[in-house]
């Protein structure tokens, strides 16, 4: 988020830039990941004050970027990612003599060396127990709850659900991913059903509006990630669940 606003500092690189931007449109990405890509693309341009043209672009100062990022070992790596993709593009494009897979033959990923951490059938329990489904609110968030924990949905997945996505024939529930663009089929399990009936039935305002969790405020729409986070950590904090690892 911090590098949301960066600007290419050095202009002379501002139609490189633009040319890579042109470039990115034409591939078939998300919005999201064109504006990453995009930000990843300034910072390295920026780091290039040793050169006045990106002709005299040489492998050593790619390495120096990578070499004095103060980032996560995790961003680190994304980034040399990018700068292989970006000078591929730039030999493709015959505006240098070396491609991206001679500057970086093999990339190591971050290594993992504890397990990740996760709830256990207890607390997730305890979590789901806390919740008052007696009220409308409780029933759209024991239903949220729900579909986080048995079918482990991304909540911005849980936020573009549909009630078209629901084939009650089959029980079913059938997505395409926001963050993948993957399609998935997931059963509809009867501790994901029952709640969700209760709350289509017992909750929902607005059954003429196709997606299953709207706002009752204006204006009515689709709720942000932000606010299914807060709720979801109000129960943990009712639930006395540790969440600070």
Known sequence: KKHTNIIISNDKFCDVYKDYENYLNTKDIKPITKKCKLIKTKLFLNSLTKINDISQLEKIHCYDFINNLDYSLRYKEELTYEVRRIVNWLYDTKKINFDGYSLFPRIVGQSRSNLISYYDNDELEKLLDCVDINTSTGKRDYLILTLLIYLGLRISDVIDLKLSDINWNLNTINIVQQKTQNILTLPLIDEVKYPLLDYLKNAK???????????????????????FGVMVTKYLDKANIDYSN
Do not use: L, Q, V
Not at 208 to 223: E, H, L, R, V, W
């Open 205 to 227: 305002e607005d059954m003429n509006d196709n997606y299953i969790f709207t706002t009752n405020y204006a204006p009515k729409g689709k709720y942000h990630s932000k606010s």
